[in-house]
Nanobody, 123 residues
């Protein structure tokens, strides 16, 4: 069972930046999909960004070039979500999720493991 450890949430003023990190252990480099989702109370969980084992990346429609997902240069199983120009609508609990194989940003139910979530507040 893959465990995910997230960090980096916090409070920031609108226009500010935060960087989230997620580390997955154990993992298989051949089948590693890591995706950031976010959720606010009363709303569906939505995908923010994902990165597949071959480096393919995609973003949620709301990102609009403000966020960047990347992999650690030394740790294949660790990814970052750099969030710039944050707006109040970005406030949510952000979750890192893992599945084997391809990422499915529209289908969070297909993910096998989830992190505990990290709160992002934008005022």
């Amino acid at each position: 069972h893959v465990q995910l450890v997230e960090s980096g949430g916090g409070s920031v003023q609108a226009g500010g930046s935060l960087r989230l990190s997620c580390e997955a252990t154990p993992y298989s480099a051949d089948e590693l999909c890591l995706t950031w989702f976010r959720q606010v109370p009363g709303k569906e969980r939505e995908a923010v960004a994902y990165i597949e084992e071959d480096g393919d990346i995609d973003y949620g429609y709301h990102v609009n070039g403000r966020f960047t997902i990347s992999r650690d240069s030394r740790l294949f199983n660790k990814v970052y979500l750099q969030m710039n120009r944050l707006i109040p609508e970005d406030a949510a609990i952000y979750y890192c999720a893992y599945r084997r194989g391809f990422c499915y940003k529209l289908y969070p139910e297909r993910y096998e493991s989830w992190g505990q979530g990290t709160q992002v507040t934008v005022s």
